[in-house]
């Protein structure tokens, strides 16, 4: 009896020790993202916690995490079978930010200044229902069919798409929602914060404010060899710095979104691994610093904030956008923009005519191109904070297209030869989710 005892002791033992080392220390990241999840889910996009545990917080790992709502406080906490408690507050203007023990609540804030000016033009350049229109090019069967196939048919959970939208010729030729979504609800980008990012130092170019090209303005980088990686290094993500950006298991990334107060920071403490513009490495922490470097061409912090808005956001009627904050007070621009899919796409018809907004240039025509043409270390995949689709990656949609690509398959694909804008938002990549055929059907619908 003894003898048995011992082994079974052992084997506790062991698993206690496999435990500790495999998955206790994810612990903390497991519920400080579900408790962010459930913040930025509830207070931004209105979702009960029924719904945001069963269709958000419902994959790996995560689904573990026990979460609570605060109201009055405008907070969520997660735990993991009772351990790691992590707490995110949300905060009007600044949407959800996951903080530490340190985190002083009671602290007074600023928030962006809004223009959320109205008019009676349709879509996209209003807030009137877009026209009907119908293209004689356009064959509708096959459009719809194509849509409707990005869709989960009743009781399946498998593609998890919540919304396709195409836009022809600044005209929505077809718009679709799953059952629970419509034009109204706020969904998350991810990744595809990173192209709004980018798009603010195109802005800030062609008002004469920054040169890309010039050393990135960083006092830290002054006495080692980092001072000559440029601002078009970070932008095309070939700095040279080291990153490790793996989102099964615990790197740079999730130690950056889950744990650091200042993420601007995370980034820029790295070393140089590499020349720059000689290896092409994807890291979210180099949009974070870039988030950083423009809050530092501002003299408040107030003109910081604003100006992600007045300059973009809302200059293009992205109304419904809220792009989130850390500890710190730098936006999140790596990975935390929420809007309605209608507003997502105005970001890709802006593209779409070069800068051009309805007769206002935000940034030169030539930095469309600038995003779009490939990194020479990135084998044609990557431009400049926007994925491109010169090497094929996606065989049957052409080759001009390029993309604001996010985390479970956001997508706004912009076709410039064929003159659409293409959305789609869900819960599944590009290993779960044919986007090929998707494209291929929906091009294919419109006759050249």
Not at 10 to 22: E, K
Not at 264 to 281: D, G, M
Not at 306 to 316: C, H, M, P, R
Not at 390 to 396: I, N, S
Request: aromatic share 12%.
């Amino acid at each position: 009896m003894k003898k048995y005892l011992k082994i079974i002791i052992s084997l506790v033992l062991l698993f206690l020790i496999y435990f500790g080392i495999t998955t206790y220390r994810r612990l903390e990241l497991i519920s400080g993202f579900s408790g962010k999840s459930v913040a930025s889910c509830h207070f931004i996009a209105n979702r009960s916690l029924e719904n945001i545990e069963k269709s958000d917080n419902d994959f790996d790992v995560i689904r573990w995490a026990s979460n609570e709502i605060n109201e009055s406080e405008t907070t969520a906490e997660a735990t993991v079978f009772g351990l790691k408690k992590r707490k995110a507050i949300f905060r009007n203007g600044l949407g959800a930010t996951l903080i530490d023990d340190n985190f002083d609540i009671t602290k007074p804030y600023e928030i962006p200044k809004r223009a959320k000016s109205k008019n009676n033009l349709p879509f996209p350049y209003g807030d009137a229902e877009p026209k009907d229109t119908i293209f004689v090019n356009v064959d509708y069967a096959k459009l719809n069919q194509a849509v409707a196939n990005a869709f989960d048919a009743d009781e399946e959970v498998a593609k998890r798409t919540r919304s396709v939208l195409v836009i022809y010729k600044d005209k929505i030729i077809a718009e679709k929602y799953a059952v629970g979504f419509n034009k109204n609800s706020i969904l998350l980008g991810w990744s595809m914060t990173k192209s709004i990012t980018g798009t603010l130092f195109g802005i800030l170019q062609k008002q004469g404010r920054f040169d890309i090209y010039k050393p990135a303005p960083i006092p830290e980088w002054q006495n080692d060899n980092r001072k000559n990686i440029t601002t078009n290094d970070l932008l095309h993500m070939n700095s040279g710095l080291e990153w490790d950006e793996h989102y099964d298991r615990i790197c740079d990334a999730t130690e950056m979104l889950f744990h650091d107060e200042d993420m601007s920071r995370s980034q820029l403490l790295k070393p140089a691994v590499f020349k720059p513009n000689t290896h092409w490495n994807y890291s979210s922490g180099t949009t974070n610093l870039l988030s950083g470097i423009l809050r530092k061409q501002f003299k408040t912090h107030q003109e910081y904030l604003d100006f992600w808005y007045s300059a973009l956001i809302d200059k293009i009627g992205m109304h419904s956008m809220v792009i989130e904050t850390d500890m710190a007070g730098n936006y999140v621009g790596s990975s935390y923009a929420w809007a309605t899919t209608r507003d997502w796409s105005k970001l890709g018809l802006l593209y779409l005519h070069k800068g051009n907004w309805n007769g206002e240039q935000l940034f030169n025509a030539s930095w469309a191109k600038y995003v779009s043409t490939p990194t020479n270390t990135s084998k044609g995949k990557y431009g400049a904070h926007f994925w491109l689709n010169a090497d094929g990656f996606y065989p049957d949609a052409p080759r001009d297209m390029y993309s604001c690509n996010g985390f479970n398959g956001q997508k706004v694909f912009i076709i410039p030869s064929r003159d659409l804008v293409i959305v789609r938002l869900g819960l599944t990549g590009d290993a779960k989710f044919d986007f090929n055929g998707l494209l291929k059907r929906i091009v294919g619908s419109v006759k050249m």
